[in-house]
């Protein structure tokens, strides 16, 4: 990964490094640490409505719990692509089988290898705390959707909990708090359905503008 001459690695962002470094050591065991979020995770793919047989992205599928949720909306004439920066994790996907329901891409959700409105809906499970810029990730994610398509931006636990478990408390400039998710949809051409930022969860359901660029 040191970028230098005849090195066959392309050098990765720093920020990305630091994901990888961070994710590559829990991606086994990954899902044994959160064996109840299932009921979670099935609600928030309902309320997100995949069309069935439409395009639908796991952005940062991490070992892709959710893959088999959004096979089962959009049915087996649909498309359903995970990606996710960590090796180990799409490494960890593998092993549970989940390349049998979904394409599987290593990749940036900020700089997507797909066509601008050629998906129907994305689900981002745990992504936004990650995101160096993740104004610029909303803005990838409006790029590469239809107008009309829809995006949740989801954890199955909530804000608090969530800090609580890194150690830490939620910060008062968080982008996930209503007025300024809110906010930052609009600007990348979202509007805003949903937010339910509980204590149990936090769900925000936001539709691709059709007047988009
Ligand atoms: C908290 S985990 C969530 C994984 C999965 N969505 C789940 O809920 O089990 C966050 C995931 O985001 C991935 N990630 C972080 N930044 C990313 C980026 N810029 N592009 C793609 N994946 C990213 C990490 O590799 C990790 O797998």
Redesign the pocket.
Known sequence: MGGEAGSEQPPVRP??AA??AF?APRATG??ER?PD?GPA?AAAVEELGPPRGGVVV??????G??LPLLRRAVGLSGTVIG????PE?LAEAVRRGRHSEAALVL????HLPFRGASVDAVL????LP??ANPRA?LDELARLTCPGGRLALFH?IGREALAARHGGLVEVDDIRAEPAIRAALSRSGWGTELVDDGADRYLVIAVRSSNCG
């Open positions: 920020d990305l994901t990888r994710f990954w899902e959160f979020d995770f796991d952005a940062a599928c991490g070992t719990r959710a990606v996710d920066v960590t994790m990749g940036d959700v900020s981002a499970a745990g992504l990650h995101l990730g199955p």
